[in-house]
């Protein structure tokens, strides 16, 4: 999804209008109010209010004032934020559990948190848990979250990836250009061949289960993963084997039973078995969430649902499009852009 989410960011960007939210009937209720407004994560909501960034609750009230100038979603209850040059991280109720005192940070995930500090000439990274007790020490010329109890680190000896567990051996032998996280006990990781990257997929022991020869893929969601093949989108399984042939401009994951793929310029949603749900017709599609998703048609946002009868599958509207942009559902609740006179 990095290519659709770069362009939807940037079209957001360009827009002018006002943040609210809006329930899966499609009823507003929280009120456009707001520069720029995030999804729902751990119960809060990041927004954007006369150019700094504060959280608001479900109700739409303000639990942390607007008082930072960058600031990132919460994970595991704590919130990454920038301050003075420093990352720190705060609780839900604005409090400073960790300090700023990292120059390179991630978010907390699996109760772990990479971060790195310029160490003589380079960064260092390291990890900390949810109190800022460092749990590994800083030594990885790059490291990534942790996923499926792996995290990828880069060693500074071979200048190569490799995966470490969470005491911070090295499980998976630096020998990768590039790494991708666990997903579903599976990384996507590259070989470089002929001046190319050509995609495989590993796993957890580090052996190839998937041989590299995709000049594309994206990582498995419900037990498939999109791949590129003489520059046509299709599926394999976790044997590798194809499922729904190579024909797509685009493809992305599955959610919820559904992927949306691109034809001729269009986007529709297929199934498991490549069939059809909803006919390319669309400018945009997201990822159902909730047996919601968002898209885009003649260049407004809406939401769509795909409702089940028997044999039979229909789509309805939740909320036709009229928002100038909008993001995924996130704890039940969906951010869109209105326009304003203002």
């Known amino acids: 999804m990095r290519k659709l989410l770069f362009l939807t960011l940037m079209s957001l960007a360009l827009l002018g209008g006002k943040w609210g939210f809006i329930d899966k009937r499609g009823k507003i209720v929280i009120e456009p109010q707001f520069e720029e407004a995030e ?13 700094r960034y504060g959280y608001i609750n479900t109700n739409g009230e303000m639990v942390i004032k607007p008082q930072f100038v960058k600031a990132w979603n919460f994970s595991e209850g704590l919130a990454r934020v920038f301050v003075r040059g420093k990352y720190g991280y705060i609780n839900k109720t604005g409090r400073w559990v960790i300090i700023p005192q990292f120059e390179k940070a991630e978010d907390f995930s699996e109760d772990l948190a990479a971060v790195g ?4 000439m380079v960064y260092k990274y390291g990890f900390i848990d949810s109190n800022g007790k460092r749990v590994i ?24 990836w490799g995966y470490i567990n969470k005491e911070g051996f090295m499980v998976i032998k630096p020998q990768f250009d590039e790494v991708w996280s666990f997903k579903e006990g599976l990384a996507a990781v590259p070989i470089f061949v002929d001046a190319f990257f050509e995609y495989g997929f ?6 190839w289960k998937i041989k590299p020869h995709f000049y594309e893929v994206w990582d498995f969601s419900e037990g498939l993963a999109a791949v590129q093949v003489d520059g046509k989108y299709g599926y394999i ?13 685009e493809a992305w994951s599955f959610s919820e039973g559904f992927a949306a793929v691109e034809l001729n310029g269009k986007f529709g949603y297929i199934n498991k078995k490549g069939d059809w749900v909803i006919k390319p017709r669309l400018e945009e599609a997201g990822d159902f969430s909730g047996g919601v998703a968002m898209v885009r048609k003649n260049d ?38 209105v326009k304003t006179s203002n």
């Open 39 to 51: 999804n729902f994560s751990d119960g809060l909501a990041r927004v954007l209010v006369h150019g």
């Open 117 to 120: 500090n310029l160490i003589g």
């Open 137 to 160: 020490r800083p030594q990885f010329w790059g490291a990534l979250s942790f996923s499926e109890g792996l995290a990828p680190v880069k060693d500074p000896v071979s200048e190569k």
């Open 202 to 207: 590993i796993n957890k022991n580090g052996e």
């Open 237 to 249: 399984d976790k044997t590798g084997n194809i499922v729904i042939e190579p024909q797509y401009g």
């Open 300 to 337: 407004k946002y809406g939401y769509i649902r795909i409702l089940r009868f028997l044999f039979f599958k229909i789509n309805r509207w939740v909320a036709k499009p009229q928002f100038e942009a909008a993001r995924d559902f996130s704890e039940g609740l969906a951010a869109v852009k």
